[in-house]
Every structure is written in structure tokens, then in C-alpha cells.
């Protein structure tokens, strides 16, 4: 069963751009979330869907965006970047109904590189 | 400015010998408790999970302790091999308005000596 796959690989991108990240989970995988992780502050949950819907954001500003779709694939989107915005955007599925069902697969992540 | 990185522990062992690498979580209302490996330029990869109705769960080469009492939780790797060079990290799953959110730890950085 294939794993989680995430695209582009690798992005470079100008300060005051926006750009937008993708997700497919596992199939059958209905909750996806999404993480940053740079060397200064390690891994960031940023906010997980479920069904559609935005079920838990973390404590980033409102320039991180996402969505989900019916068929679960999610983007990410991130306007008007800033330097700190580098990092490499990790995207985890799990079945997402709580319970055994917790367990999330990651994907190998976008590496975003702000200039 | 110059932004810091985060310390990571390091772990030496040699190759063949028993690994422990230790975590303190801080969320007590935490359910889900999970290990992951990660490998330069790779995605986490889970390795074992543990519920917090639970205070010992093995798998193969590995096992997880869980200390409720005070908030810590271990991962030992028997027998390590240098393919277990990678840093691990343990993550928490808070469950919060119908969904769920992983807090991770640091991390630690595992290396195995021949």
C-alpha cells in the first residue's frame, strides 16, 4: 500500500511569495496534519484536517493556511513568506477516528527554502 | 538575526549494546504516546506507540516505558546496529475538540559505534 506522499520535494521560493503544498495519505487515511520543522524550534504541529474540516491548528499566524479535499488529499498554503518560513513541511495521515486509529504515518516531507 | 539551533542530546553506544533514550512529556491529559526515528533528509518513521492506560509495551528490538507518575517515557533498543543511527524523537497525542495533535519532543540524536 503506497505511503504518504508529499510534493514538491523541493521548493525555492522569494520572500513576499506564497506557496502551496501538497499531501496524498494512505488510502483510506481520513485525518491529515501538517508540521514544520526547522533546526531552531524541531517539529511544529500546525493543524490537522479531518473529513474536510480544520479540526486543531497550532499556534502558527494566519499566513498558514490549509484545506482538505472529499478525497482526503490535503494542501497547504503559506502567503506573503519570510525567511523563517525555510524548513523542511512534514504531512502525517492516520484514520483519525481517536483510539487505536491514532497512529499517524509521515510523509518524507517539502523542504521550503525562502530567499 | 542568527537564529539557534536546537541542543540535540546526543547518545554514543557501540554496536551490539542496549540503547536507552529518555523523553519527559507535559501534558498529563496526554492519551497516546509515540517514538518515531528519523533519518537525515527522511520523514519521522514510527517505530511503537503507547497508551497511557499502559506502562510497558514491546516490539521487536524495542521497548517502551512509560512513567506516568512523572510525566517520562524511555525507548530501549536492544542490541543496537548502526541501521538504528538516526534521531529519535517521542511525541504526545493531546486529543482536543474531536481532533488530535502531536507535541514532539527534541529529540535525540542515536550514535552507533562500531
Known amino acids: 500500500k503506497a505511503g504518504v506522499t508529499q510534493t514538491p520535494r523541493y521548493l525555492i521560493k522569494t520572500r513576499g511569495q506564497q506557496v502551496t503544498l501538497s499531501c496524498s495519505p494512505i488510502s483510506g487515511h481520513r485525518s491529515v496534519s501538517w508540521y514544520q520543522q526547522t533546526p531552531g524550534q524541531g517539529l511544529q504541529f500546525l493543524f490537522e484536517y479531518f473529513s474536510e474540516t480544520q479540526r486543531n491548528k497550532g499556534n502558527f499566524p494566519g499566513r498558514f493556511s490549509g484545506r482538505q479535499f472529499s478525497n482526503s488529499r490535503s494542501e497547504m498554503n503559506v502567503s506573503t513568506l519570510e525567511l523563517g518560513d525555510s524548513a523542511l513541511y512534514l504531512c502525517a495521515s492516520s484514520l483519525g477516528l481517536g483510539g487505536l486509529d491514532t497512529e499517524a504515518f509521515f510523509g518524507q516531507g517539502t523542504r521550503l527554502t525562502v530567499v | 538575526g542568527e537564529s539557534v539551533g536546537l541542543h540535540l542530546p546526543t547518545l554514543s553506544v557501540q554496536e551490539g549494546d542496549n540503547s536507552i533514550i529518555n523523553c519527559a512529556y507535559s501534558n498529563s491529559a496526554s492519551d497516546y504516546f509515540i517514538w518515531y526515528k528519523q533519518e537525515s533528509g527522511k520523514g519521522p518513521q514510527f517505530i511503537i506507540d503507547?497508551?497511557?492506560?499502559?506502562d510497558k509495551r514491546q516490539g521487536q528490538r524495542v521497548t517502551v516505558l512509560l512513567n506516568k507518575t512523572v510525566k517520562h517515557l524511555s525507548l530501549q533498543i536492544a542490541a543496537t546496529q548502526p541501521g538504528d543511527s538516526a534521531v529519535y524523537f517521542c511525541a504526545e497525542n493531546t486529543s482536543t475538540g474531536g481532533g488530535n495533535k502531536l507535541t514532539f519532543g527534541t529529540g535525540t540524536q542515536l550514535k552507533v559505534e562500531l
Open positions: 503507547i497508551r497511557s492506560n499502559m
